[in-house]
């Protein structure tokens, strides 16, 4: 590892509401101080959410969509996951120097994902232009397939939706045949996000690392939101 990268990957070590777990054998949530926490069961009241939603940001790189909706919609918690803590620290940063008590990071495995929350603890989940993961043999790896959803499903309560945004034709079209495989209720989808006014807040407000370099090439946006249950 560089020693740019060692110093940012330090810094969201030392954040305190910045979680990790890189073992499949143990998967334990460690805190900032490598103490393992049980907060399973319990994230809405550490965010201090009483009566809104918990919210994560998977493959969430820098965290732009937890930050930015962390501050948008204090009412709710947001929880960004990525295993790049180099990447989340710039976000856990953010949460930092904001004082956003409504946010939290885990620097994990998504496929570790059940472990993290209890049956029906989480209320949606947004996948931010996650890997598209094009090769056919790959497509168990690519987050809105069957195997993630089936996750998602272990930790999600039953109203729950899952917020796709993507430049991936491939991975759009992929997602909008699980969905329809899957008889699973769309309630939005916008065949390109910045064709015209947008009434979702965040879709056009906040723009990733990655979003940022897509409109630079010119790409079209797509973005889709669905009922993870029947
Ligand atoms: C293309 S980047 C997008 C990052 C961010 N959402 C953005 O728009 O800038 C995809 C991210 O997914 C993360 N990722 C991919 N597969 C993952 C997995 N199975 N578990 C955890 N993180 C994963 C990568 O580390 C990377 O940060």
């Given at each position: ?13 030392s954040?305190?509401f910045?979680?990790?777990n890189?073992s499949?054998d143990?998967?334990?949530?460690l805190?900032s101080?490598n103490q393992?926490?049980s907060?399973a ?6 965010l ?5 939603d918990l919210?994560l ?5 820098k ?5 930015g909706m962390a501050?948008?919609y204090p ?5 960004g996951?990525d295993?790049?803590g180099?990447?989340m620290?710039q976000g856990?940063?953010f ?6 008590s409504n ?7 998504i496929?570790?994902i ?6 029906g ?6 996948i931010?232009f996650?890997?598209p ?15 993630f959803l ?5 930790i999600c309560?039953p109203?729950a ?11 759009y079209?992929?997602t909008l045949?699980?969905?329809?495989e ?8 916008i065949?390109?996000v910045?064709a ?11 723009q990733t690392?990655y979003?940022?370099m897509h409109?630079e090439?010119k790409k079209t946006?797509?973005?889709v939101?669905?009922?993870?249950f029947?």
């Amino acid at each position: 590892m560089g020693k740019d990268k060692l110093k940012k990957f330090a810094k969201y070590k030392s954040i305190p509401f910045c979680y990790e777990n890189l073992s499949f054998d143990q998967p334990q949530l460690l805190d900032s101080q490598n103490q393992a926490v049980s907060i399973a069961g319990h994230w809405k009241s550490n965010l201090g959410i009483t009566r809104g939603d918990l919210i994560l940001e998977l493959a969430c790189g820098k965290g732009e969509y937890t930050v930015g909706m962390a501050e948008h919609y204090p009412e709710n918690g947001y929880i960004g996951v990525d295993i790049k803590g180099a990447r989340m620290h710039q976000g856990a940063g953010f949460v930092d120097e904001k004082k956003l008590s409504n946010a939290a990071f885990i620097r994990s495995r998504i496929e570790l994902i059940e472990h993290f929350f209890n049956p029906g603890e989480v209320d949606g989940i947004f996948i931010i232009f996650p890997d598209p993961f094009l090769r056919n043999r790959s497509a168990s790896r690519r987050l809105t397939s069957p195997p993630f959803l089936d996750r998602y499903r272990k930790i999600c309560g039953p109203k729950a939706t899952i917020r796709l945004k993507t430049d991936s034709p491939e991975l759009y079209e992929y997602t909008l045949e699980v969905i329809h495989e899957q008889k699973l209720q769309i309630n939005h989808q916008i065949n390109d996000v910045y064709a015209g006014p947008c009434s979702l807040w965040g879709l056009q407000e906040i723009q990733t690392f990655y979003e940022a370099m897509h409109l630079e090439a010119k790409k079209t946006i797509m973005y889709v939101e669905f009922n993870l249950f029947a």
